[in-house]
C-alpha cells in the first residue's frame, strides 16, 4: 500500500490531472450514458413499451406461428406463383419506368457536364426532397389517382427509385475518367463522339449495375404495395393474415423469400460479370 | 532462464523454425539477425504463444510453458512484453490509456471494459512514460505522435505489464536512426538496470553489434550463428544472409511465366 | 472472374517460342469476341423478351389508362392542393382558406410525427444494440467458427429479404394496432441489416492491434474493448445513423398498415379522400425526413472526418 502510495505521490509531481483527472472527464461520459438511458426509457414510456404487453404479444406470436407449422398452400400454390410474377413484373417495369426519367435528369445533375451551380443545386435537392417520400407513400396516392390494380404500383415504384437513381447515375458521372473524353476531342471528336466513346464504356457498367439493385430493392418494395391494393404478392398475404390462415401466409411468405434470394443471386452473378 | 529445447514450428510444407535449441540466461539482451522470412518472428511468437510450436519445448525456469492455457495463459504473455514493427498501439485512444492496456491482464475485466484503472496503475503509468520523456503527451491521441514516439508508447506499455522478459520483433525498422538509438538505448537499459531478459529482432548488423552483447543468426530456420559481437565476422555474416541470387536466373523463370499466363489469364 | 491458371498446361507453354505464344492468343482472342458477340445478342433478346412480359402484365401500356387519364390525373392534382386564399392565409383554423384551416389537426399531427420519430430512434438503437454481439459473430476474422459465422451471415440475410411492412402486417395481428409492432418490426430488420455492415467493419479492422493486447495478456473482451472498438467505433455510429434516417422513412409508412405513427394518418385522409390533408400530412413527412438526413450527414461527415484524421 505504502508502494502505491509512493508511486502515486511521485506520479501526481509530474502529471497530475493524468493520474487524478479533472472531474468532468471522470463523470462527464457517465452523465451521458444516464441521460441518455433515461431519454430512451422516456420514448420507451411514450411508446406504452411496456414489459407486460410484450409478454403477452410474444405469447400470441407464439400461437400464430405454431399455425404456421406445416405451411400449406391449401389448392393456391398456382395462384401465389402466378402474384410473384406478377409482383416481378411491376417491379421490372418500374425499374425501367424509374430509369427512363432518371437518366436525363442523372446527366443534367453531374458538376461535370452542367456547370451552371444554380440549375446543378436546383435539380440535387429537388430529388433531395423527393428522397424523402417512402415508396408506401406514392402508393396510397397513385391508388387513389389511378385506382387499385399493378399501374399504381409501377407508377409509385417509378417515383420513388427515380430521385435515387438520377443521384447515383450523376455521381457516375462526375466520378468517371474525364482524360478520355478529352482525348477523343483533342483529336478532333466532337461532344457526342466524346460522350459516346470517352464516357460511355466507363458509365454504363456502373448504372447497369445501380439499376440491377434498384431492381432487387424494388423487388421487395413491389411486394409490399400490394398490401395497399396494387395487387400481386402483397395482397394474396394481406388477405391470408386477415382470415388468420397463418399456414398459408408461412407457405406465401417461404415461397416469397426464396424468390428473392433468387433474383439476388442473378442480380449479383450478372453485376460480377458487369464490373 | 529461457530455455527452447528443439522447437521447430510448420506451416503447412514450409518449415518456418527448425529444430532451434536456445538457452538464454535471465537478464540477457540478445540480438537475432536473419534474412526476411529466417523464421525470427516466429521464434519470438512462439515463447509467447501467439504461435503453438508443432513440436520442441519452451521453458522458462525450468517449468515448460507449452501446456499453459486460459488465465495461466494470460498471465504468461502478460509476462512477456511484445513490441512490433508497427508498434500496434490504438490510434484513436489516447497514450496514457493504451499504455494502461498493459495492466488489463491483472485488472478485473468488467473494470477494463469500462475504462477504469485504478490511480496507482495510472500512477505506474505516468512515471513509466516519464521515464521515456513522454508523461507531458499522456492526454494525447497516440494516432498523432511521430512513429518514434509511439513505439516509446509501445515500450512504455509493455513495461506496465512488469514484464520478466521483453520480445521485441523489428521494433525500429520503421524508425530514423536517431528515433531508432533512442528506443534501442531504452531497451538496453531495461535490460541491464531491472534485470528484464531483452530478446530483439534486428535487421542492421550495426545496431545488434552496438547493444547486443550476445547475437544469434537464423537462416532458413535455423540457428546458424550463437556468440558475441566480436565472433560475427564476414563469413558469418555471409552465412547468415546468404549469397545474393544472380539477376539472370532470377529472372529468367519470371519473364517465361508472365508470357505464358497471357492467353489464359482473362480476367473479366 | 479469373479463372484459375492450370499448371500443368502452364509449365507447358514456357517451353513455347514466342510467335507459337502470339498466335495462340490471338486466336483466342477471336474466340473470344465471336463468343462475346453471341452473348450480347442473346441477353439483348432475353432483356427484351423480359421487358415485354413485365410491362404486359403491369398493364403498363394497356389501354384500360383509357381517354380519362389525364384529365382524371388533373381532377386529382386539383384535389390535392388545398384552396388557399392570399389575404386570409394567417386567420384562425375555422376560416377556410387559411394556413390553418389546411392543416386543421396540427398538434394531433405534430403529435404522431413525434411518435414516428421515437419508433425510429427506440427501434434504431435496439437494433444497434443486438447487431454489435451479433456483428462479430458475423466477421470473419473474429467468429469463433466457421459454423457460427456461415449461420449467423444467412439468418441476417434471410431476415432482411422481408420488407418491414411485411413483419409489420404479421405482428399487428399478435400485437394489435400501435406502435409496438411497428417497434418490433424495424428492430429486426434493423438488427440483421446493422449485423451485416457492422460484420464488415469488424473485417476490414487491423488485426495487429488486437494482437498487441492478446500479447499483453488480454482476454477476448478486452482484445475486442482496446483493439478493435476504437478502430470501428466511428464506422459503427456511422451507419447506425443512416439506418435511422432509413428508419424514419419506414416508420412513418408502418403507420399504414396500422403500425404507428404519422402512417395512420394519411391512410385515413386517403380513406376520406381527404387529398388536401394526405398533402399537408405529406409536407410534414418529407420535411422531417428532408431535415433529419441533413443533420445526420453532418454528423456523419464528422464521423469519417475524425476517422480519416486520426
Ligand atoms: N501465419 C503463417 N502462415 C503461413 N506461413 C507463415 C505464417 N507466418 C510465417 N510464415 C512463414 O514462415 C516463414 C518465417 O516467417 P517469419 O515471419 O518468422 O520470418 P521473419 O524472419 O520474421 O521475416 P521478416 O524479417 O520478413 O519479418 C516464412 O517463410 C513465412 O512465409
Ligand atoms: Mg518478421
Redesign the interface.
Known sequence: MTAGSDLIERATLIAPNSVYPPWINRFGRWICWVGGLIL?GW??H????RLD??AR??T??GV?TKAMFPPFANGGELRIVQSL??T???A???T??GIIVALPLGIIGAKTVIRNPVIHFAVRRTL??????????WA??M????GL???A??IALALADFPHLSKQFAEAIENSDTRPSQGILASGGNRIEAMRLGLLPQVVPVMASQSLYTLESNF??A??LG??GAGGI?FE??ER?RI?AFDQ?AWI?VA??LS??LL?WLSSQVR??LV | MLELVNVTKTYGQAIAVNGVSLSIPAGSMVGILGRSGAGKSTLLRMI?R?AEPTSGDVLWQGKSVLHLRG?TL?????R???M?Q?F??????DVL?NVL??S???RP?LQ??I?YFPAEERARAILELHALDMADLALQ?A??LSGGQQQRVAIA??M??LPDLVLADEPIASLDPANAETVMSALSSISQERGITVLVNLHSLDIARTYCPRIIGMAKGKVVFDGSPDQLDAAMVEKIYGRRKSTESALA?AV??T?????????? | ???S??PT??SD??S?R?EQ?VD??EA?RSR?LRRGRLQQLFQILVVTL??G????????F?S??GDG?LG??GN?LSR?LPQLHHDRLFEDRATSGSLLYWFYDLDLWLKLLA?TV??A??AT?LGAIFALPLSFLAARNLAPAVWVYWTVRRIS??VR???D??LA???V????L????G?IALTLGTTASLTKLFAEANEAADM??L?????????W??QL???LM??V?PNLASYSLLRLEINV??A??LG??GA?GI?VE??RA?TF?E?DT?FAV?IM??G???VL?LTSEAIRDRLTGLEKG?
Not at chain 1, 391508388?143 to 389511378?146: D, M
Not at chain 2, 500496434?88 to 485512444?93: A, K, T
Not at chain 3, 494482437?211 to 488480454?218: F, H, I, K, N
Request: aromatic share 8%; charged share 15%.
Open positions: 430512451f420514448m420507451c411514450n411508446l406504452d413499451l404487453v410484450l404479444g410474444f400470441k406470436l400464430l410474377l406478377d416481378f413484373a411491376m421490372v417495369s418500374g425501367v419506368l433531395d426532397i423527393l428522397r424523402g417520400v417512402p415508396v408506401l407513400v396510397l396516392v391508388i387513389s389517382a389511378f390494380g399493378p399501374i404500383g409501377v421487395r418494395n411486394a409490399i398490401v395497399v402483397g398475404l394481406e393474415i388468420f401466409v411468405v416469397y423469400v428473392v434470394t439476388d460480377a460479370r | 509467447n501467439l488465465s494470460r498471465a504468461w504473455r502478460a512477456c512484453g511484445m512490433f508497427q500496434n498501439l490504438s490510434p484513436r485512444l490509456t492496456v498493459g488489463v491482464s491483472r475485466t477494463t471494459l475504462k491521441r494516432g498523432t506499455r509493455t506496465m505489464q523463370p517465361s511465366t508470357l505464358s499466363s497471357i492467353p489464359t489469364g482473362e480476367v473479366a | 472472374m479469373s479463372k491458371v492450370d498446361t502452364n507453354r514456357s513455347w514466342l505464344i495462340h492468343f483466342e473470344n423480359l421487358l412480359g413485365a410491362f404486359q402484365a403491369s398493364g403498363l394497356s384500360y389508362l387519364a382524371r390525373i386529382f390535392l411518435e421515437q419508433i430512434i427506440v438503437v440475410e434471410l429479404t422481408l420488407p411492412i411485411i402486417l404479421i405482428l395481428a399478435a400485437f394489435g400501435g406502435p409496438i409492432p417497434v495487429h492491434q494482437e498487441a493486447v492478446q500479447s499483453a495478456g488480454g482476454n473482451w478486452q474493448r482496446f483493439g476504437p478502430q467505433l422513412g419506414g412513418a409508412a399504414i398498415v404507428g402512417g394519411l391512410s386517403i379522400t387529398f394526405y405529406l413527412i418529407v422531417l425526413i428532408f438526413d486520426a
